[in-house]
């Protein structure tokens, strides 16, 4: 670790640091997760495998309505072994959402298989399906087929499902539903996460609800499960002795994490009717400001799990106050706010990917802002969010 920059880094923070701080999103145990985690001491069964494993996987196929989940040890992890069931190598073509976070695509990289990034629409910030059929034709056209489609449904907003899965469906595409940010979202009354063939959810820290870390990949092809959870604990053979046909992984999710996760499933839908008030707590105190848009639903199809409240700011609309103006004036009072996620076609480990689109992703990366939007957020940290606001606005 480069030392001296860790200690810039911390005087600059020191002002901050007299101010309690507060996230971009934390934790928040329900309190039936310790029943659990003590069961697993009490039976001894502290091991990738064990009775919470089990029933979390229950847990999450109940509520998805998919048939088969597995648990695994984090979201990252699930993408992965979807890729390689799927069957996607070197010098395959993987079609990903550009705006999304990195772990959507590096396990395209894991695969030496060659991501082709499409933009965003304006609607739900998620893949344009104007854009999505650009690629697949051109891709097609130069006789590199794509393998599979990753969409994402970004901060809980479901992306524009049927006009995706059509396009999926006439050039016989598979989908690899990236739901990690959507736990408790819907589309139609439909779980995210259930629509492709197979779908991807996080229980990382700062997700709706958490593991502390873990993720689960969900299908209704009981057999690629089956199969996920075999490449998930080392690939191990039907024998004796450690006989290997194939090359396995450590990614299976831990019998004491899965107690949380199963304790975290008992309060998910209260998480999520918490996120989503909290925005309409922001949309209220944001209606007297001109220049600041929040990410709508659409209309009724969509049902957002409002994982994080996010906002764009338009500096020709506000006097110059950009989102930039107002995370650093946040960042001194140790209030945790983040650009929106940075599309992956203009990140340095992805240069040279193809990428199609107009500039729509990259233009609300510029003007947009992920407010704190923790479950466990209390009236005093909202005043101190809209006292600051109103000071940078002037009001
Ligand atoms: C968090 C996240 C992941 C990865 O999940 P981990 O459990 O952190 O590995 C993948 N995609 C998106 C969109 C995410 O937000």
Redesign the pocket.
């Known amino acids: 670790m480069n030392v001296s920059l860790t200690k810039t880094a911390k005087t600059e923070n020191v002002e901050a640091q007299k101010y309690p701080k507060l996230y971009l999103s934390s934790p928040h145990m329900g309190g039936g997760e310790q029943k659990y985690i003590t069961e697993a001491f009490a039976t001894n069964w502290v091991a990738p495998l064990g009775p919470n494993v089990n029933n979390f996987e229950k847990d999450l196929e109940k509520f998805t309505g998919v048939q088969h989940a597995a648990a695994l040890s984090?979201?990252?992890?699930?993408?992965h072994l979807a890729l390689i069931l799927m069957g996607i190598n070197q010098g395959d073509y993987v079609i990903c959402q550009s705006m999304?976070?990195s772990?959507?695509a590096n396990p395209i990289l894991y695969q030496k298989a060659n991501p082709v990034f499409v933009d965003s629409e304006r609607d739900t910030w998620n893949m344009c399906p104007n854009a999505l059929e650009d690629a697949v034709k051109k891709l097609i056209s130069e006789n590199k087929k794509p393998k599979a489609i990753i969409p994402?449904h970004?901060y809980g907003m479901p992306a524009k499902l049927d006009e995706i899965i059509s396009i999926a469906q006439k050039y016989e595409i598979d989908i690899l539903e990236?739901a990690?940010?959507a736990l408790g979202s819907s589309y139609k009354g439909k779980p995210c996460g259930s629509f492709g063939r197979f779908g991807?959810l996080?229980?990382?820290g700062?997700?709706i609800i958490t593991t502390s870390?873990?993720?689960a990949l969900i299908s209704n092809d009981g057999d690629a499960i089956q199969k996920a959870r075999f490449l998930s604990t080392q690939a191990r053979d039907n024998a004796p002795h450690y006989q290997h046909s194939h090359i396995g992984y450590n990614y299976r999710l831990s019998n004491i994490l899965a107690g949380i996760g199963r304790g975290q499933m008992e309060v998910l839908t209260e998480r999520v009717n918490a996120r989503r008030k909290n925005f309409e707590r922001y949309k209220d105190f944001f209606k007297s400001f001109s220049g600041v848009t929040l990410l709508e639903e659409p209309d009724n199809d969509f049902y957002s799990n409002r994982w994080l409240t996010t906002i764009l700011i338009n500096p020709d609309e506000t006097g110059g106050i950009s989102r930039e103006t107002l995370r650093t004036e946040f960042e001194k009072v140790n209030i945790e706010a983040r650009p929106l996620?940075k599309p992956m076609h203009l990140q340095p480990i992805f240069e040279g990917a193809e990428y199609f689109g107009s500039g729509v992703s990259e233009d609300i990366f510029n003007k947009g802002l992920c407010l704190p939007s923790g479950s466990n957020m209390t009236e005093e940290e909202f005043e101190r969010i809209f006292n600051k606001i109103n000071e940078v606005f002037g009001k």
Do not use: M
Request: charged share 10%; proline share 0%.
């Open positions: 984090s979201g990252t992890a699930a993408i999304t976070f772990a959507s994402v970004l990236d990690a940010e991807v996080s229980f990382n700062n997700k870390g873990g993720g996620w």
